[in-house]
């Protein structure tokens, strides 16, 4: 089967499971199962019982919002720290360091173009094709503190990264060159031992105890921006959460 056949196909079946889980979910809130002002269980509850995609769930409530049927509402945030410097914000990284004072350089090891299934389920893409972009970065005359391995949509401008590089450097800038503004988004954070290959990229022991991220960021329209995977040391780097009910 060729690739355009695959994609066809792929992107007719979740389209056919974000219909099933719409319907599903506006009959259950217009026959009053939900009453009003409840809350709906939670994206991965809804997934493991419709056995699809956080995407595909994500779709069908960003459909029901439009529809005045349900409201989101903003509970928990959280931001990465450096130092103590904030550095979720809208110009990136490096540009968030350099404003607080804080020099650090960034060497991209990998730009290239994937096929990625799996990552087209779960994030509700119509594409299987995005870009790898894999980075460390450590701080001037100082060992790395991180190693990133970025996924996007291989989409428009984007397809052509490989050749023509990053806009000024700087990841977010080449997204937000394409559309793609990072709005909203999910993630997970654990401890893990590195293993021997980042070990010898990140220039620490083999088992090291590292901060493992795994952030997913959409737009304000619901679509897929980056899944971002990290390596972050734990003594550099901090996880703050706000939240309210």
């Not at 709906?40 to 809804?46: A, S």
């Not at 804080?102 to 094709?129: C, F, K, Q, W, Y």
């Not at 737009?219 to 309210?244: C, T, Y």
């Amino acid at each position: 089967m060729t690739e355009p056949a695959m994609t066809q196909r792929t992107s007719e079946r979740a389209r056919h499971k974000r219909h099933q889980v719409l319907a599903s979910l506006k009959n259950t809130i217009e026959s009053g199962d939900i009453p009003s002002g409840s809350f709906l269980p939670g994206e991965n509850e809804l997934a493991r019982e419709f056995s699809v995609s956080r995407g595909t769930i994500r779709s069908a409530l960003s459909e029901l919002e439009d529809q005045k049927l349900i409201e989101k509402r903003s509970g928990i945030g959280s931001l990465v720290t450096f130092d103590g410097h904030q550095i979720e914000t809208a110009d990136g990284w490096a540009r968030a360091l350099s404003s607080a004072g804080v020099e650090m350089h960034t060497r991209t090891l990998r730009v290239e173009r994937i096929v990625d299934p799996e990552l087209a389920a779960e994030a509700g893409t119509s594409t299987l094709n995005f870009v790898a972009v894999d980075r460390v970065r450590h701080v001037v005359d100082g060992r790395p503190v991180s190693l990133e391995r970025s996924r996007i949509p291989a989409l428009g401008p984007l397809a052509g990264l490989p050749e023509n590089g990053l806009v000024g450097d700087s990841l977010t800038a080449t997204l937000r060159s394409a559309g793609l503004v990072a709005a909203s988004g999910e993630q997970w954070v654990s401890v893990v031992p590195v293993d021997a290959a980042d070990a010898a990229v990140l220039e620490v022991p083999v088992g090291t105890p590292y901060l493992h991220s795994i952030r997913v960021s959409r737009d304000a329209s619901g679509r897929f921006v980056e899944k971002v995977v990290s390596l972050l040391a734990p003594d550099r780097f901090q996880l703050h959460l706000s939240f309210n009910s």
